[in-house]
C-alpha cells in the first residue's frame, strides 16, 4: 500500500511541477466593430480584435499555458473556440455547449495548455459564418517541444511562413452586423432575451405545440463571397514570398473561411508534410493544393528555377475581386539566384483582364 501511495504521490508531483515551470503567455484579446480596408477604396464593416484583421497570431511551444483574456466592447455575444487543439472541455469556447457566450461590456479569461504540436487557429463560434467572415480569427502555432526532431529541424527550414485565408461579402456582411447590432441593443435595452434557449429536446417540442414559432420558419440570406483573402487582404495586396534558388521554406495555409480552394503553385512542386497539426507518416508531392474549410496544411517548399511565380486559387472564382481577375487568393513567389537576381521582368498588377 505504501509503494502505491509513493508512486501516486510522485505522478501528482511531476504533473504539478510540470505546470509550475511551464512558461505563460498571456494575451488580450479586445474586440470592436470597425471598418477594415481590404483595398485602397473597398472598407468593409467587421468585427476585429485589437483593431485588426486577423487578429493576434499566438505562436507557442508544445507544453507551454496560454492565457487569453478577451474583452467585448460590441453589442454582440462571443466566443472563442481553439481550433484543433486537446485541452480541457471548459475551455474549447462553444456557446451553450461549455460556456455561456461573452456578452457585451463582459470579458472571460481562457486558460490552457499548449498541444498538439503544429499549426492550428482560433476563430469565434458564436454566428460564425457572420464572426469568422467579419474578422475575428488568425493563426495558433504550437512549436514541437522536441526541436531536433521536428518539421523545421528535419527539412532545414529557413522561412515559415503562414497564410490565413477567408471569402466575404461586404454588402451581406454589414447589412448583418448592423441588424445584429440593432437587435442586441435593443435586446439590452428592453431586458428581454433575443434567442429563446431550451434544456432539451423534448422542451422545444412542448413550447411548439403550445404556439412557439421557431426562427427557423424565416430563413436569412446567405452571403455571396466577392472577396478572397489572404492574411487580411485580396491580391495584389497580398505580401509576395521571396525565396532563393535551393532555400527551404515552410508554408502553412489555414482556411478559415466557407469555401474550398486548389493553390496551384506555378514552377515548383511541394511536399505535403502535415495536416491539420498532424505530421504525416508518409508525406507527398503536390503542385495543386487544397485547401478545405477548417483546415491547415503545411508544406515544405526548395524551389529550383528562379524568376516570379504565380500562386492563385484553381478554382478561379477564388482569384477574383467582384468578379475581376486576377484578384481574390492569389500571390507571388520571387525566387532568387545566388546573387539575389530573379528575373529581367518586372511583373506589373493587373486589375481586370
Known amino acids: 500500500m505504501k509503494k502505491i501511495r509513493f508512486f501516486i504521490l510522485i505522478i501528482a508531483l511531476s504533473f504539478i511541477s510540470t505546470n509550475i515551470f511551464a512558461k505563460v503567455h498571456k494575451y488580450t484579446f479586445t ?7 481590404i483595398l485602397p477604396d473597398v472598407k468593409v464593416k467587421s468585427l476585429m480584435i485589437n483593431n485588426q484583421i486577423p487578429g493576434p497570431t499566438i505562436e507557442v511551444t508544445e507544453g507551454d499555458i496560454v492565457e487569453v483574456k478577451v474583452i467585448n466592447k460590441t453589442p454582440l455575444p462571443h466566443t472563442i473556440h481553439w481550433h484543433s487543439l486537446e485541452l480541457a472541455n471548459s475551455q474549447d469556447g462553444v456557446p451553450y455547449i461549455t460556456q455561456d457566450p461573452i456578452e457585451a461590456g463582459e470579458s472571460y479569461t481562457y486558460r490552457f495548455v499548449a498541444k498538439p504540436a503544429g499549426t ?32 523545421n529541424a528535419k527539412y532545414n527550414v529557413k522561412k515559415d511562413i503562414t497564410l490565413i485565408v477567408d471569402s466575404i461579402d461586404p454588402e451581406w456582411q454589414s447589412k448583418m452586423l448592423t ?6 441593443k435593443k435586446e439590452a435595452k428592453m431586458n428581454m432575451e433575443m434567442e429563446k434557449l431550451f434544456t432539451s429536446v423534448a422542451e422545444y417540442k412542448k413550447a411548439i405545440k403550445n404556439g412557439y414559432k421557431s426562427p427557423y420558419l424565416k430563413g436569412i ?13 485580396p ?25 474550398l480552394h486548389y493553390f496551384h503553385f506555378h514552377g515548383m512542386q511541394l511536399l505535403v508534410v502535415a495536416i491539420d497539426g498532424n505530421t504525416l507518416k508518409s508525406p ?40 475581376h481577375f486576377p484578384g481574390g487568393a492569389m500571390f507571388l513567389i520571387g525566387v532568387a539566384d545566388k546573387n539575389g537576381f530573379i528575373s529581367k521582368y518586372k511583373p506589373k498588377i493587373s486589375l481586370t483582364q
Open 284 to 323: 507527398y508531392y503536390v503542385n495543386t493544393v487544397p485547401s478545405f474549410p477548417g483546415q491547415a496544411v503545411d508544406l515544405i517548399m526548395k524551389p529550383e528555377i528562379r524568376g516570379w511565380w504565380a500562386v492563385h486559387d484553381h478554382a478561379e472564382w477564388g482569384s477574383t475581386n467582384n468578379g
Open 31 to 37: 474586440i470592436t466593430i470597425g471598418n477594415w480596408k
Open 235 to 259: 491580391y495584389p495586396f497580398v505580401k509576395p514570398i521571396i525565396t532563393k534558388i535551393g532555400e527551404v521554406t515552410r508554408i502553412r495555409i489555414i482556411n478559415a473561411g466557407n469555401i
Open 221 to 233: 440570406p446567405k452571403p455571396s463571397y466577392k472577396y478572397h483573402l489572404i492574411n487580411g487582404h
Open 120 to 151: 492550428h487557429f482560433w476563430h469565434c463560434h458564436w454566428s460564425t459564418l457572420l464572426h469568422i467572415s467579419g474578422g475575428m480569427y488568425e493563426a495558433l502555432i504550437i512549436h514541437a517541444k522536441d526541436k531536433k526532431n521536428s518539421i
Open 179 to 184: 441588424m445584429m447590432e440593432m437587435m442586441h
